[in-house]
């Protein structure tokens, strides 16, 4: 059996790792898993500053470029805490705790103000800016309305429930902190399914969802991991790794080669994909070898799991020899619907000034979101510092900021993504840190990178989109799975558990 995983960020390596182990546990037949990755690095949108951050070498700051740590919740939580024991890195984990102020302390900036969002039952029972009454006045009564049969997004939802207000000032720049996007076109089916249940319209249709069979057992199973227990013992909201979590990366990278015997095509990505009427597909590459361009093929592969995004996979499915033939019809219908999924670019700029948090900052917490509604050119600040003092430079007091910018808005704060200066973004940033923060002192270090195309918007209808994608698939019996944040959830969590459904389901299916 040949197994080819496209893609080596978080969710292919997690669909590698998982179809391995099932492998190892329910075959006797010869297995062959290789992952194909663009880059010489893996670990997708998760990237570090540093490639060793080794603190008895380097004591310099370590600052994540895109994610930069893990929530602990739920089933997907768990699951995640279980992988990470696993690969025995338990003692490279640095969590936060409820206690602690970035767990306890997320702001939104309002009418030129940090307003501290409530955090308790007792807090929302008391009014507090920028609301008008009491949280609790808006959420009560809102829990008992119904919404109109046709409402999905986010902000019609919550405005028609809890009123403006709330859609304005908590649901707006929550989404706009989660996936850099438009309140009034992110769907709620979609992007939070936990709360479409409960908040969306009566009798509304449920998101046909990746499960394990069994969830209950599964979760018991997860739950009785020491690790998993330490976690719920000490009460973790989040974590993140010591070195980074591109080096947690490099490291499950490095197990799957060592220990599991995957196998890896770096430097290399899919250019076509050809359906053979066996059933089976043969793969064209092309390979970077220094300046050059090597084309190659992976023939007799019995399943494809794609965990690039999905304009790449498109991409890939709409070439074709010709015009399609009766085998690739299929293919080329999946990537043209695979082709509405919209994405949006992000501009991170990591900012460090020296001197302690605690005198820096005007409050210490998490982080601040700015809602759309607010004249602002960033979606908001975070206070790394706060979370992971851990990861400050050692030689010196410092505090680390992360600005995150454009979204949905980039085109209109700052034009094209693929013409916009560093300078441009850089001033943008400090304005924006100088205005809300008020900290007006040259940084001591300051880095931008601009992410095309890197966190899908799930917009109204998305869910219907991506269950007609997986239908196309199992009408056509296409040795194909879609696995990444292109599809049911963007967070690390979400892609490693749904990596974990898609492994579990190739490898029961072929009767192994």
Not at 183 to 209: I, N
Request: charged share 20%.
């Amino acid at each position: 059996m040949k197994i080819v995983i496209c893609g080596g960020g978080i969710s292919g390596l997690s669909a590698a790792y998982y179809a391995s182990q099932l492998l190892a546990r329910t075959s006797t037949q010869k297995c062959k898993i290789i992952v194909v990755e663009k880059d010489k690095k893996v670990g997708g949108w998760m990237k570090t500053n540093v490639q060793s951050a080794d603190r008895s070498v380097y004591d310099g700051p370590i600052n994540e470029f895109g994610p930069r740590s893990v929530r602990f919740a739920g089933v997907v939580g768990n699951n995640t805490l279980q992988l990470v024991s696993d690969l025995k890195m338990e003692d490279e984990v640095l969590p936060v705790t409820n206690s602690h102020v970035a767990a306890k302390k997320r702001l939104i900036y309002v009418k030129k103000q940090l307003h501290v969002l409530p955090n308790s039952l007792l807090s929302a029972c008391t009014k507090k800016t920028p609301f008008s009454a009491p949280l609790a006045r808006f959420i009560g009564p809102g829990l008992f309305k119904r919404v109109p049969p046709s409402y999905e997004s986010m902000h019609e939802i919550a405005s028609a429930r809890f009123g403006e207000e709330v859609a304005d000032y908590l649901i707006d720049p929550f989404t706009r902190g989660v996936f850099a996007a438009d309140a009034r076109k992110l769907s709620m089916k979609a992007a939070f399914p936990q709360m479409w249940p409960r908040l969306g319209p009566r009798k509304a249709a449920k998101p046909r969802r990746p499960l394990l069979p069994n969830r209950e057992i599964f979760n018991k199973t997860l739950t009785a991991n020491p690790f998993v227990k330490k976690a719920k013992r000490e009460r973790w909201t989040q974590w993140t790794m010591k070195q980074g979590l591109a080096n947690f990366n490099e490291a499950f990278a490095k197990h799957l080669e060592d220990s599991l015997g995957v196998e890896f095509l770096r430097n290399s990505e899919i250019h076509q994909i050809t359906n053979h009427p066996n059933g089976k597909l043969s793969l064209q590459l092309k390979t970077q070898a220094g300046n050059k361009e090597a084309p190659s093929a992976i023939h007799n592969v019995d399943h494809l799991i794609s965990a690039i995004p999905s304009y790449a996979l498109s991409s890939i499915l709409r070439r074709t020899n010709g015009g399609p033939s009766k085998q690739e019809y299929p293919l080329v219908m999946l990537g043209q619907m695979l082709n509405h999924i919209q994405w949006v670019d992000v501009a991170v700029v990591n900012v460090e000034y020296d001197g302690p948090a605690k005198e820096n900052l005007p409050q210490l917490g998490f982080g601040h979101l700015v809602p759309s509604v607010e004249d602002s050119n960033v979606l908001g600040i975070i206070y790394d510092s706060c979370a992971f003092p851990q990861h400050d430079r050692l030689d010196k007091p410092s505090t680390r900021l992360t600005c995150m910018m454009g979204g949905s808005w980039f085109r209109n704060l700052f034009g094209d993504p693929r013409q916009v200066t560093t300078a441009t973004l850089e001033q943008s940033a400090l304005e924006s840190i100088a205005e809300q923060l008020k900290i007006t002192k040259d940084p001591s270090h300051l880095q931008v990178n601009v992410h095309r195309q890197c966190i899908p918007t799930y917009q109204v209808g998305h869910t219907d989109l991506v269950e007609n994608c997986e239908d196309l698939i199992s009408e056509h019996n296409l040795p194909i799975s879609l696995v990444g944040a292109s599809y049911w959830g963007v967070s690390i969590n979400d892609c490693i558990f749904n990596s974990r459904i898609a492994a579990t389901k190739i490898i029961s299916g072929q009767g192994l």
